[in-house]
């Protein structure tokens, strides 16, 4: 049983990790331009199907798949954000305008990828060497320490952009209060458009590595990332990057620890019960912010 | 522009309405044409077995309205989406299966028993009308996935489990077809009495400034909770009709989130916050989506998506509510 235990406390780390990197794309984009990407789950899918490209149809390592969806992703979304960015945020209400059309951006990615790689499920197949490690009478696939590898090195550089650069700054002040913003002379306009490109790259990164930790995907796992993504966000507290990363793992464990103890089907339940709880005591979130939403 | 100049002193006005209060001096004469319009829609609807081989296509049709039109009473009118909608269709469908398939229930015992579970759930969700925003949108899914669960992890002879209830007992397809032609009109109805009352103008100040529509006196809470109850009983109604209709069941079909973003794509396409749009909306797309059904199945989704971001994009207020915006004349006509 304490074997059980620990193997789930490890799973559930390195979930909580990824799905802390899912909420920290969303929560940027979402917190700086009240845009409610619900394509953010495409967008990732998209990335594990440049892993499934890049690993099983070419042959090379996940770790090249890495860059491919980064670069892919990000200019997408540039071409995408170019296009629709101003008109949704003129938009009256832009979080309802923005959830419909980026609800109208996910069925197409999904139809899209549904024409290119038929509806069977993929798996990214490709054999690390060694295929997995034992430790304390644990046995740990590469796979999975190679993606948490990544988020690990992944998260503290954003943390690092987020809190110490000048554009990271400017994008954190723009979740309290873009207005202000603006009278300092910051171009509001260009931080969105590269804010929501590099949200984009990073959801196609975690795609990657979440395509070594989940086995299969199929064109219309979309949702359920997308899904997951606002629910860890939200119980963080809406556009806190550390409340991303608290919900993240918060989520993981109730997943992971209830799957352990009671059962598959009440793995799912327990998260979101955690999210009703939360809201329910805290409406903003664990460390969120009340404050910008009037 | 004449019409904003001759703003009659009311009680009900306040000067940050006064505005955009066309609604209070619509025509007369226009309530009752789309009373006669809804009124004709009936009549061809209940005409159409005798005429039509199958009534599917027209059945779907009508729950898309009701459905639009229901969720347009809780999104278009006080600013809340629920993601979550489809719980209620959910609740519907399993509450008259249930009674149906283990109770041996007739029929319009089975509505009732959907009905009063819908608002049982509406009144038990209530509390996340205290948020706001993407968190309403967000806990109100949440709720929805749970209940799923919740229904999956019941006993089998209770809910039927995970592979769903299949319903036996003979529920006469060509009155529930009648049934939901009524239900969908009911549901127009109420959004039409709602938007011509004070109701309407009160609704649409929450739908603005909630803040500001407090402290002029509207009780917005009250309003949004009876808001609430109405769209989530009607989407359970909605639910029970389909769920005997098609008499098969399952938890991924009845809990499915394409059920409450269809309904929330329709009537946003229609125009959230009008009582037309919905209607307008909910035919345009079922028919569309026949269409493109038939015709493109494998680039039926991608077509959906490209309507729906497009409409968007260029029609932010949908198709009636662009139209209203950009003439305001028809205000008089058009609500």
């Known amino acids: ?294 | 522009m004449s019409m904003v100049m001759q703003s009659a002193p009311s009680a009900e006005t306040a000067p940050s309405v006064r505005q955009r209060a066309p609604l209070f001096r619509l025509h007369r004469a226009s309530v009752w044409i789309w009373c006669l319009t809804l009124a004709g829609i009936s009549l061809i609807a209940v005409s159409i077995p005798a005429v039509s081989a199958g009534v599917s296509f027209w059945f779907y049709l009508f729950q898309w309205i009701a459905l639009a039109s229901a969720l347009n009473l809780m999104a278009g009118m006080t600013g809340y989406v629920p993601f979550g909608f489809a719980a209620f269709f959910g609740i519907g469908a399993y509450a008259a299966a249930v009674l149906s398939q283990f109770h041996h229930a007739p029929t319009w015992a089975a509505l009732v028993g959907a009905t009063a579970a819908g608002a049982l759930l509406a009144v038990l969700f209530a509390p996340t009308l205290r948020l706001r925003g993407v968190f309403f949108s967000v806990v109100s899914l949440s709720l929805a996935i749970v209940l799923r669960s919740v229904i999956v992890l019941l006993p089998e002879d209770v809910a039927g489990g995970s592979s769903g209830i299949t319903i036996t007992g003979r529920h006469d397809p060509i009155r529930l077809y009648y049934l939901m032609v009524a239900v969908s009109m009911g549901a127009v109805a109420i959004a039409t009495a709602i938007s011509v009352t004070p109701h309407g103008l009160r609704l649409k100040a929450i739908g603005d400034d909630l803040d500001a529509a407090q402290i002029i006196g509207v009780n917005a809470k009250g309003l949004r909770l009876a808001m609430w109850m109405l769209s989530g009983t009607i989407a359970a109604v909605c639910g029970a009709l389909e769920g005997l209709y098609s008499s098969a069941i399952d938890p991924a079909a009845a809990f499915n989130i394409l059920i409450s973003t269809k309904a929330i794509i329709y009537a946003a396409l229609g125009g959230l916050g009008t009582v037309m749009g919905p209607v307008v909306g909910a035919v345009l797309m079922t028919i569309t989506d026949e269409l493109i059904w038939t015709r493109f199945p494998i680039a039926n989704l991608f077509i959906l998506g490209l309507i729906v971001s497009a409409t968007v994009l260029f029609f932010p207020r949908g198709i009636v509510g662009s139209l209203l915006q950009r003439h305001p004349r028809f205000r008089r006509w058009f609500f």
């Open chain 1, 1 to 294: 049983m304490t074997s059980l235990m620990t193997g789930a406390i490890v799973n559930a780390i390195a979930l909580g990790i990824l799905y802390g990197l899912l909420g920290l794309s969303l929560t940027i984009v979402y917190g700086a331009m009240r845009i409610a990407n619900l394509a953010h789950g495409e967008m990732v899918l998209a990335g594990s199907y440049v892993a499934y490209v890049v690993t099983t149809q070419l042959g090379y390592s996940p770790l090249a798949a890495i860059p491919v969806a980064f670069i892919l992703l990000f200019l997408l979304a540039f071409a995408l954000f170019a296009v629709a960015g101003r008109r949704l945020q003129a938009a009256r209400d832009p979080e309802m305008a923005s959830f419909l059309f980026f609800y109208g951006v996910s069925l197409m990615v999904a139809s899209g990828l549904l024409f290119l790689f038929d509806a069977d499920a993929r798996s990214v197949i490709f054999q690390f060497q060694p295929l997995s490690y034992r430790v304390l009478g644990l046995v740990i696939p590469k796979a999975r320490v190679v993606a948490v590898g990544v988020a690990m090195v992944l998260v503290p550089a954003l943390f690092l952009f987020l809190y110490r650069t000048t554009s990271g700054k400017a994008l954190r002040a723009a979740v309290m209060n873009r207005d202000a913003l603006r009278i300092v002379g910051v171009d509001v306009e260009r931080l969105s458009l590269v804010a929501f490109s590099v949200s984009a790259g990073i959801a196609g990164v975690t795609g990657v590595l979440l395509a070594l930790v989940f086995p299969a995907f199929t064109p219309f796992s979309g949702l359920d990332y997308t899904i997951t993504g606002f629910v860890v966000i939200v119980l963080g507290g809406l556009g806190s990057p550390l409340g991303a990363l608290l919900g993240g793992m918060i989520f993981a464990f109730s997943e992971q620890l209830t799957t352990l103890w009671i059962g598959q089907s009440a793995g799912v339940l327990a998260g979101f019960l955690i999210l009703v709880l939360v809201v329910a005591i805290r409406p903003a979130g664990l460390i969120g912010q009340a404050e910008w939403k009037s």
